[in-house]
């Protein structure tokens, strides 16, 4: 908490990785905004159906709290990377930043986010990884698009549903085995016959390391069974809650 601007809401979450001290990040959650049942209380997602001046208020709060100018984006479960941009809502699944203040943003409500910066904190980055996305290669663009070793990339996994509850189809299953053998290892049988579980996280990893980014912290957190969180799963209407990552002076 000691390299926070200001002080957070208190479940908010700081990403535990060794980032360079001009590296900020943070995950918000379910607390501390306007917004009402079903979307209560701190919804950041405009296409969910929320009240267009709650989100607004709650957005203005997240910015003023952060001391950062957050960048939205319109996720369609792609694998775009555009640069981080303050001034229109694009449509991408991932951002980049090399501008102090403005943040990457990824939305989310099961999906994973992750976020990125490098060594020398010159660059950082946030991709909005859902299974499609993940599978089509969203992280790998993302790491392409900073336009740095790979190896001088350190990422962070931030609050996505379980690898216990993400139960996916056998067309999941092989659009990953498909492209890295050893992705069989993120998928075991589902109590139903047909379907699978599946560990997002670790089919994350897996795609990290096979473009060279080994330094991979977080991951374990599931959006679907901790409260503090929102899941599209749990309940389809829903807000959103948002990872981001930025440059400090």
């Known amino acids: 908490m000691s390299r926070a601007a200001v002080a957070w809401p208190a479940d908010w979450l700081i990403p535990d990785w060794p980032a360079p001290q001009n590296v900020r ?24 159906g ?9 957005r203005q709060y997240l910015a003023e ?8 984006l319109n996720q369609v479960h792609g694998v775009s990377v555009l640069a981080a941009d303050a ?24 999906c994973l986010p992750v976020l990125f910066a ?49 139960e996916v189809g056998g067309e999941v299953r092989d659009a990953f085995v ?14 139903n016959p047909e379907r699978w579980l599946a560990d997002i996280y670790q089919l994350a990893r897996i795609r990290l390391a096979a473009c060279g980014v080994q330094a991979v912290y977080g991951g374990g957190l599931c959006t679907l069974t901790d409260p503090r969180f929102y899941s599209y799963r749990r309940q389809p209407v829903t807000g959103r809650f948002a990872s981001l990552v930025w440059l400090a002076e």
Request: hydrophobic share 40%; with cysteine; aromatic share 6%.
């Open 65 to 72: 709290t952060l001391q950062c100018q957050p960048t939205w």
């Open 87 to 110: 001034t229109q809502t694009r449509t991408a699944d991932a951002s980049v930043s090399r501008e102090i203040g403005l943040a990457c943003c990824i939305m989310s409500a099961d």
């Open 50 to 58: 929320d009240a267009s001046e709650q989100v607004q208020r709650n």
């Open 178 to 191: 498909q492209q890295h053998a050893v992705a069989e290892q993120a998928f075991v049988p589902s109590n």
């Open 25 to 48: 990040a943070c995950v918000t959650t379910r607390s501390s905004g306007d917004s009402v049942e079903p979307f209560a209380f701190f919804n950041l997602g405009e296409h969910v």
């Open 118 to 166: 490098d060594q020398a904190g010159t660059c950082v980055a946030a991709a909005h990884a859902g299974w499609r996305s993940l599978a089509a290669g969203v992280l790998e663009n993302t790491v392409a698009s900073m336009q740095v070793e790979p190896q001088q990339i350190i990422a962070w996994l931030g609050p996505a549903i379980g690898p216990a509850v993400f």
